[in-house]
């Protein structure tokens, strides 16, 4: 059984920095692609970056394309998401998930089986 640990989160002012982490374990995610979601209040889980795991292809939505990074060492099990620039509007639980399928960059949630407990990311103005 996949588990997945998100860390790295906290409050940052607008136009700071933040590096998310996500460390993989067990069955099913260290081959899977990987994928960071967010949610804010009273809104429904979105798609922000994803990453595969044989190519190393990756795939942003549009609101945080230049300004956040996915990346990953397959020799930590262990994936990225460097967010750059922040805005208030980036303010979300952020959620890491495990896509089963290897070269896949699926942006629906259910594409992805297993997740993470989230990590809270404020930003204030």
């Known amino acids: 059984q996949g588990q997945l640990a998100e860390s790295g989160g906290g409050l940052v002012q607008a136009g700071g920095s933040l590096r998310l982490s996500c460390d993989a374990s067990?069955?099913?995610?260290?081959?899977?692609?990987m994928g960071w979601f967010r949610q804010a209040a009273g809104k429904e889980r979105e798609f922000v970056a994803a990453?595969?795991?044989?190519?190393?292809?990756?795939y942003y939505a549009d609101s945080v394309k230049g300004r956040f990074t996915i990346s990953r060492d397959n020799t930590k099990n262990t994936v990225y998401l460097q967010m750059n620039s922040l805005k208030p509007e980036d303010t979300a639980v952020y959620y890491c998930g495990a896509d089963p399928r290897p070269d896949a960059l699926g942006v629906r949630p259910n594409d992805y089986v297993y997740w993470g407990q989230g990590t809270r990311v404020t930003v204030s103005s």
């Open positions: 067990g069955r099913g995610v260290t081959s899977a692609t």
């Open positions: 990453i595969t795991r044989i190519t190393g292809s990756t």
